[in-house]
């Protein structure tokens, strides 16, 4: 019997793994529904018994494990993993599929920005250089499981990229829906890892409809995040690392990049999980930064109520009209004191130059995000002198390149006697 079940987000009803997982079901049986240009309703979250893992996991213990390697501790995960040799018959994941898995093992940076302390968590370093291979590494897992050969996703780019390289590494099929404007460099990356890629003339809320339609048809096992449950179970592992890392001494405010809101779900969820387990006595403040093109979390904390409006910002990794978890996201921001701040395209572009060239940190706009909301709160009421502070980097900047030419003028080339007449 699996140690886990699923819960619906919204009824509270709750399943059977067997159910939900022998019949591909995504959403709640009961009141789910994925309507185009609206939230997700029905999410599942995969729950366990949190009375008996006390018995099982203490916290001493648990602090001794590595950050990366989330199968060292199996009773927090909906995986089976064997250590049988392959000449013997096994029904789970091989220890050795871990092997090809790499997330970034010293993720923890501490520094210091306009004379404040403050930490980084550095998820550049992952496989494909994102966030995103924290819930790809599950989701594929689950298939490598489940014998399930083809996985599908929609992306504005990281995902994708970061599905189609844990696919390529485990031997499976990766196939991904884009916008028409993903920056090249991660339309690139996932034809590169062999990622059959589906180009959408149209924006990633479009591309994400698409391919739950294409999917259902072709029974294709689904990422697209937060329609799959399993992807906020991946990315809560960065809970883990964060309380790993630290010592067990988590920040009091952590800045989370906000687009669909699953990143911000699940690391809510995985402190979460550290709390019910008695490892930690409070929830850190989660903040939810978005860009002001696309600040549909914001306006809903606000008003309580979604409208649809078509993204422009700068920051792909977190442009969404609609985002897919924005009903649960909102209410773990309301349960750990949390909030949200817009900053715009110009603040974004002087953080990612900031980062670069202060920090040594080349990351997208997305994650330079963080940096800039940490910068508007920096001296004000928001933020206590006595606060640790976390900010989340979740992707490289050579991802998007594009951004990267906004502040950094064309090279000049010279003859070397040029050279040697101006710099003499």
């Not at 009141?31 to 366990?48: M, Q, R, T, W």
């Not at 689950?142 to 996703?153: G, H, M």
């Not at 992306?155 to 970061?162: E, F, I, K, L, P």
């Not at 949200?340 to 130059?353: F, N, P, R």
């Amino acid at each position: 019997m699996d140690n886990y079940f699923y819960r619906c987000f919204e009824c509270r009803r709750e399943f059977p793994s067997k159910d939900i997982e022998g019949n591909l079901v995504y959403l709640c049986p009961f009141c789910g529904s994925a309507d185009k240009n609206f939230p997700l309703k029905g999410v599942l979250l995969i729950e366990y018994d949190y009375s008996s893992l006390k018995k099982k996991l203490n916290r001493k213990s648990f602090l001794e494990f590595q950050p990366g390697e989330f199968w060292k501790y199996p009773q927090l995960w909906p995986l089976k993993f064997t250590h049988a040799s392959y000449n013997e018959p096994f029904d789970g994941i091989h220890i050795s599929d871990l092997q090809k898995i790499h997330l970034n093992k010293n993720p923890l940076l501490s520094l210091r920005y306009e004379g404040k302390d403050i930490q980084i968590f550095d998820d550049t370093k992952n496989p494909t250089y994102s966030f995103k291979d924290r819930a790809s590494i599950i989701v594929a897992l689950k298939a490598v499981q489940k014998k399930i050969n083809s996985i599908s996703a929609a992306s504005t780019g990281n995902a994708g990229s970061s599905l189609a390289g844990i696919c390529a590494s485990l031997g499976l099929t990766s196939r991904i829906f884009v916008p028409e404007s993903i920056p090249e460099p991660k339309r690139i990356q996932i034809q590169a890892f062999s990622g059959e890629i589906y180009l959408v003339k149209s924006d990633y809320d479009a591309a994400f409809d698409l391919c739950l339609e294409i999917s259902k048809r072709k029974n294709w096992f689904n990422r697209n995040t937060a329609y799959n449950p399993l992807t906020i179970e991946g990315k809560k592992s960065a809970a883990f690392d964060i309380f790993i890392s630290s010592g067990g001494s988590v920040p009091d405010l952590i800045f989370i990049p906000v687009g669909d809101g699953v990143i911000y779900s699940g690391i809510f969820k995985g402190f979460k999980e550290l709390f019910d387990l008695g490892f930690i006595e409070k929830l850190p403040v989660l903040i939810a930064v978005q860009a002001k093109g696309s600040n549909a979390m914001i306006r809903f904390l606000k008003s309580k109520v979604f409208e649809f409006k078509k993204p422009k910002t700068v920051a792909d990794s977190i442009s969404a009209g609609a985002p897919r978890n924005l009903f649960m996201a909102s209410k773990f921001a309301n349960e750990c004191g949390g909030f949200g701040i817009e900053v715009t395209d110009i603040e974004i572009l002087e953080a990612q130059k900031e980062s670069a060239q202060q920090f040594g940190l080349l990351v997208e706009p997305s994650c330079a995000s963080t940096l800039a909301a940490y910068k508007k709160l920096l001296f004000s009421e928001k933020i206590e002198k006595h606060q640790k502070v976390l900010l989340l980097f979740t992707g490289s900047g050579l991802k998007d390149i594009k951004s990267l030419m906004n502040w950094n003028p064309a090279a000049i080339s010279k003859t070397p006697e040029d050279w040697l007449e101006a710099l003499s």
